[in-house]
């Protein structure tokens, strides 16, 4: 049985989602969704009846939005993430979302696995916990990744500053 990749990623929202100031991240959630779920390499992505998880609430919060999602390969995800529309929205995430690290960890699943939001949670706690490990890690562990990464880290920064 062949593995797919999971990864689980929260946000903490600056403003509430009605605030005018989340109106152009909040008018693009379903299109975004929308060009995920038709992509090749894209498998699952945890959602509820209204076709998305910023309903969902983790760590007690209702300010942080979690997204759970799976996909055939590390290749897959990076193509929508950075290579699509996404990268837009990515590249703005912090008009609307404060940055604690870490905000996301990964973890290889058996074909077939949906985890659950408490699984990305778990994973996400070891991965502050401890570093990266097979059971837990980042974009960084990934082959690959990391120039995608690090450039985008290196401009965000430059922006911050």
């Not at 049985?1 to 403003?15: D, G, P, T």
């Not at 945890?46 to 942080?64: F, P, Q």
């Not at 990934?142 to 690090?150: K, M, V, Y």
């Amino acid at each position: 049985m062949s593995e797919h990749l999971a990864q689980f990623n929260i946000a903490r929202i600056k403003y509430p989602l009605d605030d005018p100031r989340m109106r152009a991240f909040v008018d693009n959630v379903e299109r975004v969704n929308r060009l995920a779920d038709n992509m090749v390499g894209f498998v699952w992505r945890l959602k509820d009846e209204s076709g998305h998880a910023m309903n969902m609430t983790v760590y007690g919060d209702a300010a942080i939005l979690p997204n759970l999602t799976v996909w055939e390969s590390a290749e897959a995800l990076e193509r929508f993430v950075f290579k699509t529309v996404h990268a837009r929205f990515f590249d703005r995430r912090t008009e609307w979302f404060e940055q604690p690290d870490p905000t996301l960890v990964m973890w290889w699943v058996p074909e077939g696995h949906r985890p659950s939001l408490e699984e990305g949670v778990e994973r996400l706690d070891r991965l502050t916990a401890h570093g990266p490990s097979e059971y837990a890690f980042g974009w960084e562990s990934l082959p690959g990744a990391r120039s995608a990464i690090t450039a985008r880290s290196v401009r965000a920064s430059e922006q911050a500053a």
